[in-house]
C-alpha cells in the first residue's frame, strides 16, 4: 500500500471536537462520505488505461488498435499527454511516465508490505486523481448513475484542493512553480523554501547550488533534488521504497498534540483536519453543506 500524509484504509474518521461546532461536523460528515482509497486507486486505473491505449496507438503506426475501444484519438498526441498529465509530463516522458503509473498500481495493491512515494510519484499521483475527481464530479451533476459505477464517494464531489492538503506529504514538486490550486497548507512551506533560495541566490549562489543549500534545513530529499534540477531520470527513482506492513507508520497521528498548541486536546490526526476545515472556512461555505 502506498503511504500517504493519512492512512487511505481508514473509514468514518471522528474528532472530538465535531459536537461543539456545527460546521466542523459537517466538513468531517463530508470526509466519512469520501472513499480515499478508491479516489486514488480509481485515478491511477484510468491514468493507466488512458496512456496505454495511446502507447498502443503509437505502436500501431497511429492507427486504431484492434482491442482498443477508445473512439477517437489525440491529432497532437504530445499536447494530450501536457493536458492530461500537467504536472508528470513535465518531468517524465510518456513511456516513463507509463512505467510509473505500472508500478503505482502494484504498490496500491500490495497490502503486506508499504511501499514509500518519492516527488515523481507524487506528481504523477497528483494529476491522476485530479482527472478522476473532475470526471466523477461532473457525472454527478450529469449522470449520477454513472458516477455511482465509480464511487469515489456517498454521492457527493469530491473537494480536489480540500483531498490534497488532507493526504499528500508535501508538493514539493511544485517549489519553484505555480499551483493551480491554493493549497495552502504546503504551499506555506513551499513558499518558505523559495525564500531561503532567493536569499541564497542574493548572496551570490547559483540557482542550482541555492537549491541544494537549502534542501537540507527543509528536508528535501534527494529525488525531489534530481526531479527540480531535471536530472535525466535514472530507472531505479520510479521505484518505491518497500517495507514490510507496519503498524507503526501512522502511530504519530494518534499522538496527543502539545499543551501549548492552539489544538491541545486532540490527536495529530484531529488538529490535521482542523487545520484543513480552518482553511475552508476561510475560503467560504464548509464542506458538505
Known sequence: MLIFAKDLKVKDPHHSWEDRDPDLK????????????????????????????????????????????????PADIPAWVR???????VFLKMEDLHSALVVLIRGMDSFRTEERINAYHLA????????????YNRL?????????????????????DDFINNYFPHLDFMILSKPDYPHTRHMARNREIEEAIKSHMADGDAPLTALEKTAGPFGVDGATLALLRRDDLQPEILELDSKTQDASTYEHLSRPMPD?????????LEAEYSKNFDLTCQAGAPLGR
Do not use: C
Not at 83 to 89: E, H, I, K, L, T
Not at 260 to 268: E, I, K, Q, R, T
Open 140 to 160: 454527478l451533476e450529469t449522470n449520477p448513475n454513472s458516477a455511482r459505477d465509480i464511487r469515489l464517494s456517498n454521492d457527493v464531489p469530491v473537494h480536489f
Open 26 to 73: 459537517a466538513y468531517m460528515d463530508y470526509q466519512r462520505k469520501l472513499f480515499p482509497y478508491t479516489i486514488v486507486r480509481a485515478g491511477l486505473d484510468l491514468a493507466y488505461k488512458e496512456l496505454d491505449d495511446i502507447l498502443k496507438y503509437i505502436d500501431h503506426e497511429y492507427q486504431p488498435p484492434p482491442d482498443s475501444n477508445r473512439k477517437e484519438f
Open 260 to 268: 501549548d498548541s492552539p489544538y491541545a486536546g486532540l490527536s495529530v
Open 124 to 135: 504523477v499521483l497528483y494529476d491522476a486523481i485530479h482527472n478522476i475527481v473532475q470526471v
Open 83 to 89: 493536458q492530461r498529465f500537467p504536472w508528470a509530463s
